[in-house]
């Protein structure tokens, strides 16, 4: 189908890792990438609900002469046909308005402290908000570009979940890799769980598609992690239930994020994904 | 009533899109349910009305009923109008009007208008196609039937038709339709069936109702349409 | 617990949901009261600051203040707020025109900063500006926090603005003719109350904080009839000086942009040239509030030269501040011009003629304020009531309006964009509702795709084809490749119609030959002017889309049109 990726493009050896992910990806799920080589350090994107200022820190200007070359070599080296994004308004003369009429985002790896900032790109905090409001989930890829070749859903039983299992499953179907579904046991135990899955009419493709479900006990988070394979695209919810939980101790996006080094696809509450 | 975001769109006859944007714009009253939007059929009656804008309601078996019914294949329009034998007379006006008296399905109120009819249509040019066949019919619609037909009649001796091949006709195919559309199909249909040889053949040999039928309608199951 | 949540939820949803007025009152008075605090506060602050740095303007070195001012500023925007550059007020016309009023929550504070540094060291420009970009991002924040859609946060812009108006020259109905004349554009009955209650709380808000307005104090007049005649003359006069004022603010600003400099050296560049006049012209520095003053109440002690070449001297700092860095308004230079115009004009009467009964030197220069507003804004309603509101009568009315109207005709006639529409209109981003460039900038091409079409190998037989078309009702035919599904070209049936005709051609000829691959093809990335201008020159009633080389669908005139009145109905109607 005709699925757009956006991706904003970092002149940097970097952002070439960045950037080879995102075109790993879209050719997996056949999906065809965008790239926007940005012209000022800033840009806004208009949700239904928020307007959304994205801070590009310096890296991403680095020679705005060479930047469109580079892409296209990185293009041709995946083989696929160059096509770049130009945005059309401009909120102000330096504030260009992104669209948000994507169907992903790639967002290079953020952590969330302001220390390790280096060569990062400040987009930090900004994805948390990006996520919360974009109707398309969003690729955080790893620092260094690895194919991955099986794909992780981590289960957690809330609706965004279900959506990023869904996902999954549309991206199992379209890559033809294996898919491996992770739960943390809370508070419920299997059956709880896989109750849900057929609640929602998803028994039967799990089945087809996943190998077995991997359960594991709540002390046993860290081993869960190390259990996904590093050469694995990790697909989770952005929330989880407990939102008062998650601002307190950091939710647990943000722990994955910072312990892992897969790319990881994030589903937001105002996504919704068909099979 | 609840009214779901896709049925609303097919009523306004817009996109699914237009309906999100004119809900985020805040012009169409809506309530949530769960995580997606709902209209209340009460609240879209008087917000159309403040709007000057025509909505239906009903159900969706309440769409104007045109005249033109499914479409009827030739065989089925056949079995309605019957297949008929030994039809006396020499010239055209005379089996014509042995053909109507015939055919059972014509109310006999409407014989004469219908003889008028067809002896016009064949004054202003010929209905015989060649290879022995005519189809006569009336220009008009024929509002005074329930369904279409199409009767076959068998002549006792073959007669001049002025057909374009000049040949004698020995075969009538009578198509009597309500509604014009129908018309234009059967003939297409008809036509179809007389372009093949075979079926030529077949007719010169006076097959009886049932055979008749079957024939048409293998015939017509490789007709595309 | 969520049961008590629920609870409310629902309670809320029932109470508000059907007749949102309540809702938008009370949120809107909100949004007036803080708008009006915000106000409040940086003109609190001006003041002190004013005050604290008024011993230092005799030395010799005191010109340097506002170009620090000006870095300062300019500093704040660029790194720290991070905010593009440009006014502000068009910023916020833009945003609800196109996306329903959404609004940063930084530019609730970040250009209250940046005007404090720039009009506080000296700089030439007015708060205004960036109270009313405030005001209008505190009242569209707050309808994200309540999660309204977009016509009620327009309304709550709307609020905000009117508040912060209100609350800067505690004139409640200047606030609500501006927000309405110039932020919103359209007199809709249910903005109205609740910006009106808006500014009320906003003017409310500074009278209880400020309580005597030492500034825009109510003065009455006594203009007669004498003053028709002249009025008429400043009219014409204050005409011209409002398109001087605007070619010298754009020429400037054109100027700064062309230079390689970079942004802290044009800062001070424009912050020292304001410095060195303000040397000479105190008037000019500042937001010159105190100025007015003294002039309404005719306590001005300048002479009749050095009024004429304020007015000049005004025009050229105001320009350098904003050109070349400084952040601020242009609402308060304006009154300032205005009024040194006016009494000019008054002074120049008196020379002429001495013995002329015409009122007194303050009723001018608030006839020449009035002028420069409606000319140089474009809004005649809110010079008029503004003038009203701080006069607090209606002696002046005809004056007033005579000013007001041909002021704003002339210059209309010149320069037929205002100040803060020009730079919109340029971009095709002036989007009133109920224009034909709204509708279209609102209809995406997605809305108006028809995606049900039979698609067509490229090699089908003709004769096949042929058969396809006993069946179809479509006019065009995309033609895909077989492997790849990707879009090659297009058959039109008006096009092929004597191959159609023409049997001995049937078993001959496969789609690809007759194809047409020369159409021109629209992407979902288009916006509907663009698609409509492809049409019109191409002489196309319907038009493919194609995205990423696949079909998506086409786009054809008759539904555009269905479309086109929808929207239109849509927009115009009095919800």
């Known amino acids: ?174 890559s033809g890799f294996a898919l491996k579904i992770y739960t943390l046991l809370e508070k419920q135990d299997e059956s709880y769980y896989k109750d849900l899955i057929k609640k929602e009419g998803l028994a039967e493709p799990v089945k087809q598609l996943s190998s077995p479900w991997h359960f594991y006990e709540k002390k046993d988070f860290n081993k869960m992690l190390y259990d996904v394979p590093h050469d694995s695209l990790i697909v989770l919810g952005a929330y989880g239930h407990g939102i008062i939980k998650d601002i307190l101790l950091g939710s647990k996006m943000e722990q994955i994020q910072s312990t892992v080094t897969n790319n990881l696809l994030i589903t937001g509450p105002y996504c919704s994904v068909e099979l | 009533m609840e009214l779901s975001v896709f049925d609303l769109s097919k009523q306004l006859g817009v996109a699914q899109d237009t309906i999100e944007r004119w809900v985020r714009q805040g012009k169409l009253p809506v309530f949530k349910k769960g995580i997606n939007y709902k209209f209340d059929t009460k609240e879209l009656k008087k917000w159309a009305s403040n709007h000057n804008i025509k909505l239906k309601f009903s159900d969706k078996t309440d769409l104007p009923q045109k005249q033109e019914q499914s479409i009827i294949p030739l065989s089925v329009a056949v079995q309605n109008g019957g297949v008929y034998f030994d039809i006396q007379g020499h010239d055209v006006n005379s089996v014509l009007k042995a053909s109507i008296e015939k055919i059972s399905k014509i109310p006999e109120t409407f014989k004469t208008d219908l003889l008028d009819r067809l002896i016009e249509r064949e004054k202003a040019l010929s209905t015989g196609i060649g290879n022995g066949i005519a189809i006569p019919h009336p220009r008009e619609q024929l509002s005074y039937l329930e369904s279409p037909l199409v009767s076959v009649c068998f002549l006792d001796q073959p007669v001049d038709y002025k057909a374009l091949d000049n040949k004698s006709v020995s075969v009538l195919f009578f198509i009597l339709c309500p509604a014009l559309k129908m018309h234009l199909h059967l003939l297409s249909a008809l036509s179809f069936c007389l372009r093949d040889h075979q079926f ?17 309608e293998i015939i017509q199951k490789t007709n595309p349409i | ?194 910006i009106a209650i808006a500014a009320v709380a906003g003017a409310q808000v500074s009278h209880a904080i400020i309580p005597d307005q030492v500034i825009f104090n109510h003065l009455p007049f006594q203009v007669g009839g004498a003053d028709i005649l002249p009025s008429l003359g400043l009219a014409v006069v204050t005409a011209m000086v409002s398109v001087l004022f605007t070619k010298v603010l754009r020429q400037t600003g054109k100027i700064a942009k062309k230079s390689s400099l970079p942004f802290w050296a044009r800062a001070i560049i424009g912050g020292s040239t304001v410095g060195i006049i303000g040397m000479f012209m105190p008037v000019v520095l500042a937001e010159g509030y105190h100025s007015i003053q003294s002039m309404i109440s005719g306590t001005f002690s300048m002479g009749l030269f050095f009024v004429f070449f304020a007015v000049f001297a005004k025009i050229f700092a105001t320009a350098m501040t904003l050109g070349w860095g400084g952040s601020g308004g242009i609402f308060a230079p304006c009154l300032v011009i205005g009024s040194l115009t006016g009494v000019v004009f008054h002074k120049m009467l008196m020379v002429l003629v001495p013995s002329f009964g015409c009122a007194s030197e303050g009723a001018y220069a608030l006839l020449g304020m009035t002028g420069l507003v409606s000319g140089v804004m474009q809004a005649p309603l809110t010079g008029i009531f503004l003038i009203v509101e701080i006069t607090g009568g209606y002696e002046t009315i005809l004056p007033l309006i005579v000013v007001s109207s041909i002021s704003s005709t002339m210059s209309h006639y010149i320069e037929p964009a205002s100040f803060y529409f020009k730079e919109l209109i340029e971009r095709g981003q002036f989007l009133r509702p109920g224009t034909d460039a709204r509708i279209l900038s609102d209809l ?132």
């Open chain 1, 1 to 174: 189908m005709n699925y757009k990726l956006l991706h904003i493009f970092r002149n940097t050896p970097f952002g070439r890792e960045t950037f080879l992910q995102s075109l790993y990806f879209c050719k997996t799920i056949n999906a065809f990438p965008v790239a926007y080589i940005p012209k000022s350090d800033k840009f806004l994107m208009y949700f239904s609900n928020d307007a959304v200022q994205v801070d590009l820190d310096h890296s991403y200007l680095t020679s705005p002469d060479t930047a469109k070359g580079h892409a296209e070599d990185l293009f041709k080296e995946m083989q696929i046909k160059p096509m770049f994004y130009e945005p059309k308004n401009y909120t102000a003369s330096t504030l260009p308005d992104i669209s948000t009429n994507f169907d992903y985002l790639c967002c290079p790896r953020s952590v969330s402290d302001l220390s390790s900032k280096i060569g990062l790109g400040h987009i930090g905090p900004k994805v948390r908000r990006i996520i919360k409001h974009s109707t398309f989930p969003i690729l955080i890829t790893s620092p260094v570009f690895k194919p991955w070749k099986s794909i992780s859903v981590f289960f957690g039983g809330s609706k965004n979940a279900l959506n990023a299992l869904k996902l999954g499953l549309k991206i199992a179907m379209s």
């Open chain 2, 200 to 216: 030529i053949d077949f007719l010169k040999l006076k097959p009886d109702f049932a055979a008749l039928v079957k024939k048409i």
């Open chain 3, 1 to 194: 617990m969520s049961k008590i949540k629920n609870f409310f939820k629902n309670l809320f949803r029932r109470l508000f949901q059907l007749d949102d007025r309540l809702l938008l009152i009370i949120a809107g008075s909100i949004a007036g009261i803080c708008s009006g605090l915000a106000a409040v506060a940086l003109r609190l602050s001006l003041e002190s600051v004013l005050e604290l740095l008024h011993p230092f303007r005799q030395y010799g070195w005191a010109f340097i203040l506002p170009a620090v001012g000006a870095l300062l500023s300019s500093f704040y925007l660029e790194k720290i707020a991070r905010e593009g550059a440009g006014h502000g007020v068009p910023e916020v016309i833009y945003s609800v025109s196109r996306h329903g009023g959404l609004l940063r929550f930084r530019s609730s504070y970040s250009r209250l900063i940046s005007s404090f540094l720039t009009i506080g060291s000296g700089g030439s420009a007015g708060p205004e500006a960036p109270v009313v970009m405030s005001g209008s991002a505190i009242g569209s924040n707050i309808a994200k926090f309540l999660g309204l859609n977009d016509r009620q946060r327009i309304t709550l812009v709307g609020c905000g603005t009117a508040g912060a108006i209100a609350s800067i020259f505690n004139a409640p109905i200047a606030g609500m003719v501006f927000a309405i004349e110039v932020i919103l554009g359209e007199w809709k009955f249910v903005n109205i109350i609740p």
């Open chain 3, 444 to 575: 995406n091409i997605r809305e108006l795709i028809e995606t049900e079409f039979v698609k067509v190998s490229e090699n089908m037989v003709f004769r096949k084809f042929i058969e396809l078309l006993k069946t179809s009702d479509q006019n065009f035919f995309p033609v895909i490749e077989d492997g790849t599904q990707e879009y090659k070209g297009v058959i039109q049936i008006s096009a092929i119609r004597k191959f159609a005709l023409d049997p001995g051609m049937y078993d001959m000829v496969f789609l690809n030959q007759i194809m047409d691959t020369n159409v021109m093809t629209a992407s979902l990335e288009n916006d509907l002017q663009e698609v409509l201008d492809m049409m019109d020159i191409n002489h196309m009633d319907s038009m493919p889309v194609v995205e990423n080389n696949r079909f998506v669908g086409m786009i054809s005139k008759t539904r555009i049109l269905d479309l086109y009145r929808r929207e239109l109905i849509m927009q115009t109607s009095d919800h």
